[in-house]
Structures are given as C-alpha cells and as structure tokens.
C-alpha cells in the first residue's frame, strides 16, 4: 500500500508526509504507513485528498477510479466510465441475491454522504 501511495503522491505533486500531515494532522503515523498500516479513517481521507478509491490504494484495483465490489463469489468491476444503460444491463443479469447487495452498497454509499 505504501508504495501506491508514494507514487500516487508523486502523480499528484505532493510527498506522502504532506500527505499524513493533511489526513492525520502530524507525521506521527507515517512510520506505520510504511509499513503497510493505516487506519480505515485515514485510508477513505487520503483516497479523498488524492482523488482516488480506497481500493486503487489498497491494490485491489490497477485504476484509480475504480471500486471493486464482490458479493457471492461475483465479481464486478464499478467504473465511472460506464454508462447508466451498462450498467442496468450488468445489474438485470444479477440474481436477486447480487442485485440486493448492489442495492445495499448503494443506499450505505448515498448515508455516507448525507
């Protein structure tokens, strides 16, 4: 995860102890960041700051826009890019059970930024 984060960092022009001060508000975590440890708080803050998900950071993804979802042993890949009507075609080949969880992540997605 640190080495994403370094070059994501440089991506953006900033170093990752800018990075930890902006998050944490000291440099005092950056020692466990190094090692491959942060806070889920701080994770979600740092993908914010750098504009990226907090899966890209946590190398479960190769694009920084993208989120990846698995419910049932099914994978999907969420990217922005895909169209509303990609996207209802993926979500009516869902079973029922795929398509409640989608529903879920949703609704948590859209509480956490009320």
């Not at 990609?86 to 409640?100: G, S």
């Amino acid at each position: 995860m640190y080495d994403r984060l370094k070059s994501i960092c440089a991506e953006r022009g900033m170093t990752v102890t800018k990075l930890c001060e902006l998050v944490t508000g000291s440099t005092g975590n950056l020692a466990t960041w190094k090692k491959d440890y942060m806070r889920s708080d701080y994770l979600a803050a740092a993908a914010d700051v750098l504009g990226c998900s907090t899966d890209y950071l946590l190398g479960r993804v190769n694009d920084p826009n993208e989120t990846y979802c698995e419910e049932n042993s099914n994978a999907v890949i969420i990217n922005d890019d895909k169209t509303s009507e990609e996207f209802m075609q993926i979500f009516a080949n869902m079973n029922l059970a795929d398509r409640v969880a989608v529903m879920q992540f949703a609704f948590d997605k859209i509480g956490q930024n009320a």
